[in-house]
């Protein structure tokens, strides 16, 4: 039972291009979580997808930044005209469904770590 | 908004020591408190808090929740380099969509040397 797959691991992008982030899900799990770690701070919450919907995008900045759960295939972050200050790791989770449960965990992927020149 | 704040922020300790980490934290209706460990790479999973008092232990980790004073501690006894890692709490609310978010601290750089 493979982990929370994320790809690609290291990507590294110019100012004004735009980067997208995969991340697929444990198998069995249809909750994905995507948060993103600043140099020297903890995790950020920015969006909670289930497949083909946006749950809660409450911590997503209100532009450039989406994201998607597709039916068919892995949930995407996108970033557009990437900035210097996207520079962070994003880091994807996990978590099974359930009636509202939460699941004891979420699990993580290893993290896209993106860094804008 | 949900707060929560991770002390100390770094600490440097010698194989053998025994260390404690603090965390404390403001949610509105909570429901659990996570302690995690990252280690240039996925967060790894180490304990869930819900109950006050009630210590869980895993080895040389161990871990109890406050729930009255708001703060949870994770001890780390006989130290290992290989415990040297950043150590992140998180909590998570009760209800709605937002229940399924974590609210994590900036996590305590834990190094130990040989």
């Known amino acids: 039972n493979a982990g929370v797959m994320q790809n690609p691991r290291h990507l590294v992008r110019r100012r004004g291009q735009e980067a997208r982030l995969r991340c697929s899900p444990m198998?069995?799990?249809?909750?994905v979580y995507w948060y993103r770690q600043l140099p020297e701070e903890g995790l950020k919450f920015m969006v909670y997808?289930?497949?083909?919907?946006?749950?809660?995008e409450s911590g997503m900045p209100k532009e450039r930044f989406s994201a998607e759960f597709p039916k068919e295939g892995p949930s995407i972050l996108r970033i557009q005209q990437v900035v210097r200050g996207d520079s962070a790791a994003y880091f994807c989770?996990?978590?099974?469904?359930?009636?509202?449960?939460?699941?004891?965990?979420?699990?993580f992927g290893e993290g896209s770590w993106l860094t804008v020149v | 908004e949900d707060k929560v704040v991770q002390s100390p922020l770094s600490l440097v300790v010698h194989e053998g020591d025994t260390v404690t980490l603090n965390c404390s934290y403001e949610?509105?209706?909570?429901?659990?408190l996570l302690w995690y460990k990252q280690e240039k790479k996925a967060p790894t999973f180490l304990f869930m808090l819900?109950?006050?008092?009630i210590e869980k232990k895993s080895g040389r980790l161990s871990s109890i929740l406050d729930k009255k004073e708001l703060f949870s501690i994770l001890n780390i006894t006989a130290t290992q380099t290989g415990d040297s890692a950043i150590y992140l709490c998180a909590v998570r609310a009760q209800g709605g969509g937002s229940a399924r978010q974590l609210t994590f601290g900036s996590g305590t750089q834990l190094t130990v040397l040989p």
């Open positions: 819900t109950s006050s008092g």
């Open positions: 989770a996990s978590s099974p469904p359930g009636t509202g449960t939460f699941g004891n965990t979420i699990y």
């Open positions: 997808l289930q497949k083909e919907n946006i749950i809660d």
């Open positions: 198998k069995g799990h249809s909750h």
């Open positions: 949610v509105t209706n909570f429901r659990s």
